[in-house]
């Protein structure tokens, strides 16, 4: 069988460094990948899913927020990843969203963002780290849930922005132990989680790992026409 192709978008910067760690995650799960920055063709109908990467803050120009002064942003890279949202839903791909492609899917969708996210969550704590030193409480009866189970999970942690207003069809997965946001989830077909930390460091973590087999299970599933959450919630059940 044909491993399910899924394209990765990252920054042009540093995108380098990433795409590779990304694309080791996606084998090991049994799909392949390609890398699209702004400026390259990032053309849906060649792929069989989608992850959006990582990297620098969305601009609130997107969704009506004010620009705070520590924000860096890729507006090249804002508008690339919002097309490719909206094209993957149009043509049914599925989806998985890293920290800022969490964010991106929520804003795509319609959802606002917190920019300072630990301004406003106080009692969340603030880690600026690839090990796994956060502890966040995943929702019961959601799909990743279902994936990673309910036990607590210690993740990484390298944003400053975090999911506020929810999007359209989006529901809350996981927060962290202060209230934020750390996950979110779509609830029907096609298939798409959005995660604030960063699962391609932690490729040694069966929980983590859950995410990308998700992901190319849903990619199959897409290429042989079936209902992708069925297909998800059969394979890693």
């Known amino acids: 069988m044909t491993r399910p192709l899924i394209g990765v978008t990252t920054s042009r910067r540093s995108g380098w460094r990433i795409f590779p760690l990304i694309a080791l995650n996606v084998w090991m799960a049994g799909g392949r990948s390609v890398r699209w920055v702004d400026g390259a063709d990032a053309d849906l109908s060649t792929v069989d899913g989608v992850i959006i990467g990582g990297g620098d803050d ?8 004010h620009l705070v002064r520590s924000a860096r942003l890729d507006s090249g890279r804002d508008a690339l990843e919002r097309r490719v949202v909206h094209d993957a839903f149009d043509l049914n791909k599925p989806m998985l969203g890293i920290c800022r492609g969490s964010q991106m899917l929520n804003v795509a969708l319609g959802g606002t963002l917190h920019q ?7 009692d969340s704590r603030y880690l600026r780290t690839i090990l796994p030193r956060k502890t966040v409480h995943i929702a019961p009866q959601t799909r990743l849930a279902h994936l990673a189970g309910t036990e607590p999970m210690k993740i990484n942690a390298l944003h400053s922005q975090a999911v506020d207003g929810l999007g359209r069809g989006l529901r809350v997965a996981a927060r962290d132990e202060g209230g934020m946001i750390q996950a979110i989830e779509r609830l029907r077909d096609p298939f798409a989680i959005g995660v604030q930390w960063h699962p391609e460091h932690l490729f040694y973590a069966r929980r983590q790992q859950g995410l990308f087999r998700a992901l190319v299970s ?3 599933a897409r290429q042989q026409n079936q209902a992708q959450l069925e297909r998800v919630d059969r394979d890693e059940g």
């Open 58 to 65: 969305i601009s609130p120009d997107l969704y009506g927020g």
């Open 116 to 122: 300072d996210a630990y301004g406003v969550y106080r």
């Open 218 to 220: 849903a990619a199959r």
